[in-house]
């Protein structure tokens, strides 16, 4: 396992750490919590940037990387909506959103191509981290909830807008695909079928 898989499969053990962070109330908790979530964002970047500079770029990376940002962020999300920081709705928007562009890119594989992430969707990231450190640091910081909740406003937007350009990108690409290569007829294996024994002449 290389270095960069390596940094991507700790942002996921981060997870679990950061949610008892940010929930637990005890004093300088919210310290170490942002601490640990802006080292766990600075390695997203690291881990891409030396994959690429090494020509270490796995199948494996590739997978769990996206994995674990939106695992990262979503319990961060979560853990703001437990302490009341910020509505239930914003967040099922963002997580929704999560899950489309997942799905859509797992349709995207399965018809032979690949959605790279946008411009809209790396600018969401940023905004998602700067909110998240805002909004757990304005319990100590009270002059950081009101950018706090301007940035939250801004991720939904991007959230949606960037879901909107992920499909509209998709359905470009099939349509397109439709005309020049129609789709061969879908085949259905049923894995709970057994394979009919055929008899084999003694010798």
Request: proline share 4%; aromatic share 8%.
């Amino acid at each position: 396992m290389n270095l960069p898989t390596t940094l991507t499969i700790l942002r996921i053990f981060i997870v679990p750490l950061l949610v008892v962070l940010l929930l637990t109330k005890e004093e300088n908790m919210d310290l170490w919590a942002v601490g640990l979530f802006l080292s766990a964002a600075v390695t997203d970047a690291l881990d891409g940037y030396l994959a690429r500079k090494h020509g270490q770029i796995t199948t494996l990376g590739v997978l769990l990387d996206p994995i674990a940002d939106k695992l990262l962020t979503s319990a961060a999300f979560i853990s703001l909506v437990e302490l009341g920081r910020i509505p239930a709705w914003m967040v099922a928007i963002i997580i929704g959103r999560e899950f489309a562009v997942s799905g859509l890119r797992a349709v995207a594989s399965s018809k032979g191509f690949a959605i790279a992430a946008s411009d809209l969707g790396k600018a969401k990231m940023v905004f998602q981290v700067c909110a998240i450190t805002a909004l757990v640091l304005d319990r100590r910081f009270p002059v950081l909830g009101a950018p706090g909740d301007f940035l939250m406003w801004v991720v939904v937007i991007f959230a949606l807008v960037s879901a909107l350009q992920y499909f509209w990108g998709f359905w470009r690409r099939v349509d397109l695909r439709s005309r020049t290569q129609p789709d061969q007829p879908m085949v259905v294996l049923r894995l709970d079928e057994k394979e009919e024994e055929k008899d084999v002449p003694a010798r």
